[in-house]
Nanobody, 123 residues
Framework: QVQLVESGGGLVQAGGSLRLSCTASGRISSSYIMGWFRQAPGKEREFVAAIRWSGAITFSADSVKGRFTISRDNAKSTVYLQMNSLKAEDTAFYYC????????????????WGQGTQVTVSS
């Protein structure tokens, strides 16, 4: 079992930055994929970025490339999502998730989920 707890959300002006954290507990394998997803009101949950727990490989959605960076600190069992140059359209509930099988942008492939954290970007 894996437990995930997100933090770091809040209200920020457009152009600003936020860093989300996802602290994991339980049995984490270096092969696990840690992903960030987001869901805006009235929209489907969408993939944002993912990283292998070992940190060797990352990838992100086109909509956030160049602005968002995913990273991890194994010593702290934490995955981060650094969000820069935020836009109003980045407003959403952000979720951390874990996939035990391999890289995927499909939320259905992620077995474990955190409770989420709200990010609101004012224009």
């Amino acid at each position: 079992q894996v437990q995930l707890v997100e933090s770091g959300g809040g209200l920020v002006q457009a152009g600003g930055s936020l860093r989300l954290s996802c602290t994991a507990s339980g049995r984490i394998s270096s092969s696990y994929i840690m992903g960030w997803f987001r869901q805006a009101p009235g929209k489907e949950r969408e993939f944002v970025a993912a990283i292998r727990w070992s940190g060797a490989i990352t990838f992100s959605a086109d909509s956030v490339k160049g602005r968002f960076t995913i990273s991890r600190d194994n010593a702290k069992s934490t995955v981060y999502l650094q969000m820069n140059s935020l836009k109003a359209e980045d407003t959403a509930f952000y979720y951390c998730a874990a996939d035990t099988h391999g890289f995927s942008r499909n939320q259905a492939d992620y077995e474990y989920w955190g409770q989420g954290t709200q990010v609101t970007v004012s224009s």
